[in-house]
């Protein structure tokens, strides 16, 4: 696995994160804007947060993505993120099936919202 790790000396650009996400299973990670691009598109995102990032994360229970939310000062979080970026990787069918609730929670949403927006412009 080694010889496909990319070292990268400084950060890349969100077309480069994404084309990459794109191609992926899906992501899993500590902080929010790579799993919001993944989720927006449709790709699998695993979000695990701390006490230190305050409501960052929270997001994902807002979303129906709960299941894909853990509390990395939570003992029983940890215990079970393993299992749940394992079982991404090992049925990504189901997986992409999961972030389709995310990414339909917030077009839905964003759609809605949008229509106020537009009445309140446009009277």
């Keep these: 696995m080694k010889d496909k790790v990319v070292w990268r000396d400084r950060y890349w650009l969100t077309d480069e994160a994404l084309s990459t996400y794109l191609r992926s299973a899906g992501l899993f990670g500590l902080e929010m804007h790579s799993p919001i691009m993944c989720i927006g598109n449709g790709i699998p995102a695993i979000v695990g947060r701390f006490a230190e990032q305050t409501s960052k ?5 807002d979303i129906g993505l709960d299941e894909w939310l ?53 009277g």
């Design 57 to 61: 994360g929270f997001m994902w229970r």
């Design 70 to 122: 853990f509390d990395f000062d939570s003992e029983a979080d940890i215990a079970r993120f393993a299992p749940t970026v394992l079982a991404v990787a090992k049925d990504p069918k189901a997986a992409k099936k999961m972030a389709a609730v995310g990414q339909n929670f917030v077009n839905k949403r964003q759609k809605s919202t949008m229509g106020i927006l537009e009445q309140k412009i446009t």
